[in-house]
């Protein structure tokens, strides 16, 4: 069966600081992986997606990057984080019709 | 993908089956309906899916009209955990990108 890890699950991180938010899933290949993220009392907004290694579209023009180096590792940088990048982020992977959510990461911004 | 609309909010008392309705008249032949629903600070949960035939699965039920312009999703007897916000979403392939719109926040009342 497939498994989505995540890490950390919190992290409060100062304004201007680094981030790496990293997702790894096990027991499927070549899927298609996501980054969401979602501000509180808000929904969720995709960020980033990749259909394979190397391989990254962007869906809004932001703070963030994301690399996947590997077909199963997805990762979510910022060289210098802001107040508005405060939030719930999410990855996901999806393949034949299955997929399924991290746990997520609680960002908090100071 | 087509877009969807949902009612923003909905009440069900416990026990009682929820009906959660989803506009998608722009929905193409060859495009999936999705239900998903997340539950406060967690990731969203498949729920159920369809194309064209009415679904049910151990979760709930699903409700194409034969137009497919509209679903239903039905959680035959709510409880007190069922109370989350419910995304009716429109994917036309295994790869697609899962966007959310704003779902329905559904609360079950004792």
């Known amino acids: 069966s497939q498994t989505i890890h995540q890490w950390p699950a919190t992290l409060v991180q100062p304004v201007g600081s680094p981030l790496s938010l990293e997702c790894t899933v096990e027991?499927?290949?070549?899927?298609?992986l996501y980054w969401y993220r979602q501000a509180a009392g808000r929904g969720l907004q995709l960020l980033f997606y990749s259909v394979g290694i190397g391989q990254i579209s962007s869906e809004v023009p932001q703070n963030l990057s994301a690399s996947r180096p590997q077909d199963r590792q997805f990762i979510l940088s910022s060289k210098k984080l802001l107040l508005s990048d405060s939030g719930f982020y999410l990855c996901?992977?999806?393949?034949?019709?299955?997929?399924?959510f991290g746990p997520g990461t609680r960002l908090t911004v100071t | 993908d087509a877009k969807t609309t949902q009612p923003p909010s909905m009440d069900c008392a416990e026990g009682r089956a929820a009906n959660l309705p989803c506009n998608h008249s722009t929905i193409s032949g060859n495009e999936y309906v999705y239900w998903y629903r997340q539950i406060h600070s967690q990731g969203p949960q498949y729920i159920i899916h369809g194309l064209k035939n009415n679904e049910t699965n151990e979760m709930a039920s699903l409700i194409i009209t034969e137009d497919r312009k509209s679903s239903t999703l039905i959680l035959p007897h709510a409880t007190l955990r069922d109370t989350a916000v419910y995304y009716c979403i429109g994917i036309k392939t295994s790869y697609d990108k899962v966007i959310f719109g704003p779902g329905t926040s559904l609360s079950v009342i004792p």
């Open positions: 027991g499927t290949s070549n899927p298609n």
């Open positions: 996901a992977w999806r393949r034949d019709g299955l997929g399924d």
